[in-house]
């Protein structure tokens, strides 16, 4: 069975201030690996995905996450934070073999002060 | 490309009425939809999984009686929710894919509010 575990329920950052949401996965086959953003009463909207190949995987608005197998991570980063950056962002995990059945991280909610 | 809508957006009912709520991919073919809700500050939970022309799987503790799928064509699955309680309030969300693809599509959720 899949799981997504991401520590810190609620992430705080100065604007301008380095971004890093952690996401740690379990999977028994090899994963894809997800992150997406939502806004309050919204879908939810990609940020990046991973799949196979390049480990470190570019995103929208800045965003990149970095496949760790080794250390079965894949955490969020973005150098700079903006005030838009103000979000809940899920981790997700999920692989072909179960059809694409997505299991989703408990989110984190990032804080961007001025 | 690769846009789900979801209608209605929102929907207030009566204790014991149903629900119906449509989920639509309005630019691709969608082999697959899977249905989720989410209650507040909570993460997104898989109800059910629905390809088109075929029942839907849906997820353990799930009550397929009650939350009844429909995916009548490659475009557009229906999610109704009967004799809807308040506990049944909850966000909404259905999500699409498309062929052997990995990514899942979104639509923006409907809020449903049992009174």
């Known amino acids: 069975a899949q799981s997504v575990t991401q520590l810190g329920s609620h992430v705080s950052v100065s604007e301008g201030a380095l971004v890093l949401l952690r996401c740690n996965y379990s999977?028994?086959?090899?994963?894809?690996l997800f992150w997406y953003v939502q806004y309050p009463n919204q879908g939810l909207q990609l940020l990046l995905k991973?799949?196979?190949?390049?480990?470190l995987v570019k995103g929208i608005n800045g965003f990149e996450a970095e496949f760790k197998k080794s250390e079965t991570s894949f955490h969020l980063t973005k150098p700079s934070a903006h005030m838009s950056d103000a979000a809940e962002y899920f981790c997700a995990v999920s692989d072909k073999t179960g059809g694409f059945k997505t299991i989703f991280g408990a989110g984190t909610r990032l804080f961007v002060k001025a | 490309g690769a846009v789900v809508s979801q209608h209605p957006s929102r929907v207030i009912c009566k204790s014991g009425t149903s629900v119906k709520i449509e989920c639509r991919s309005l630019d691709f073919q969608a082999t697959t939809m899977f249905w989720y809700r989410q209650f507040p500050k909570q993460s997104l939970m898989l109800m059910a999984t629905?390809?088109?022309?075929?029942?839907?799987?849906?997820e353990q503790g799930v009550e397929k009686d009650k939350f009844l799928i429909n995916h009548a064509s490659l475009t557009l699955s229906t999610l109704t929710v009967t004799s809807a309680h308040p506990e049944d309030s909850s966000f909404y969300i259905c999500?699409?894919?498309?062929?052997?693809?990995?990514?899942?599509?979104f639509g923006p959720g409907t809020r449903l509010l049992v009174l």
């Open positions: 999500s699409a894919t498309q062929g052997d693809q990995e990514t899942q599509y």
């Open positions: 629905s390809n088109e022309g075929s029942k839907a799987t849906y």
């Open positions: 999977s028994s086959v090899p994963p894809y």
């Open positions: 991973y799949t196979t190949g390049a480990t």
